[in-house]
């Protein structure tokens, strides 16, 4: 291994830390034997799971007092880089904080940032890989000048997988002076309802499109999601369209999935819905159009109008 240091942002929920970070430091750990992670609030009660997923060392930025985490976390990176040493690369998730930390941290360290990241490997130093043109072709990037190399990295890139290692060590990372730029604070925050498990993390996704033909038609798509234990998605159409709220899109503007089984209902298979689920491992779609291009990358592809085929569906389901 040639990378010395690799640091992850890890975020924290409620529970635990977002798969997302979990997923980065499982690869981390595969890259370099030195991986620290930096967190947040309630992010060092999280210390054994960080450890078990591959963190040696867990730097926390402490309490916010209500402030969002852009510019403290930024902050403290910074002095912890004054501190400590640059590492070889600071991989940092691609959501709306880690995008605020990764600006910042930017600018604070005259440092480029690679983005839409979905592959890293080690060559003599990282190399980045992003899919562009909806995952139509792959660029690979490589930073060419010294310090650390600011790498937003995409959701479901890795798999996350628990190494058993020991609890890491929780280091105290503590922002420079701030003055006026952490004055906006979180007022309110809203936990939209959820049932069953987050899009993200489902082993089965049941997704409906335009062919639905109406909003209340979705019914039948959260129904039979639930009857798998899965969750519902969407594409973009009837995200736009109002017919279900944005945290259900699934594709290159809204969130990557890779369940064991993803089933599309009514939608085309546009190369922007593709690429954020063309890694599930069984794909089942329901289009009425024979040449719809989901087919192409379907296991099973069903060709019948979705008012027909999915109140069967639920009927089959039941009656098992
Ligand atoms: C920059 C950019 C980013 C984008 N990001 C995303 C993204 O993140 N996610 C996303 O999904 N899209 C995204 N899009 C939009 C994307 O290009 C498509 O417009 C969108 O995915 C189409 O959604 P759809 O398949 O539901 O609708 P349509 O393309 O209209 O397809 C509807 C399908 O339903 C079928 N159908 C119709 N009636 C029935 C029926 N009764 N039974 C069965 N089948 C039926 C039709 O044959 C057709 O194949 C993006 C576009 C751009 C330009």
Known sequence: MTLSTLWVLVE???DSLTSTSLEMLSHARTLSDNVAAITWGNGASF????GDYGAKTLYDVGDLSGALPGVPVASAIQALIEREGAPDAILIPTSYDGRDVAGRLSARLDRPVLTNVAGLRDESGLVTEHPVFGGSL?????FTSDG???VVVRAKSFAAEPAGGVPATVVAATPGELGATASATIVTSHVEERTGPKLEDATVVVSGGRGLGDASTYAL???IAKLLHGAAGASRAIVDAGWVPYSHQVGQTGKTVKPLVYVACGIS???QHMVGMKGSKNIVAINKDP???IFQIADLGIVGDVHKVLPALIDALKAR
């Open 12 to 14: 924290p929920t409620e």
């Open 138 to 142: 792959t660029v690979y990037a490589k």
């Open 269 to 271: 298979g546009a190369t």
């Open 148 to 150: 650390p190399g600011i």
């Open 47 to 50: 210390a054994a799971q960080a």
């Open 291 to 293: 040449d719809a291009p």
């Open 221 to 223: 798509i959260e129904e």
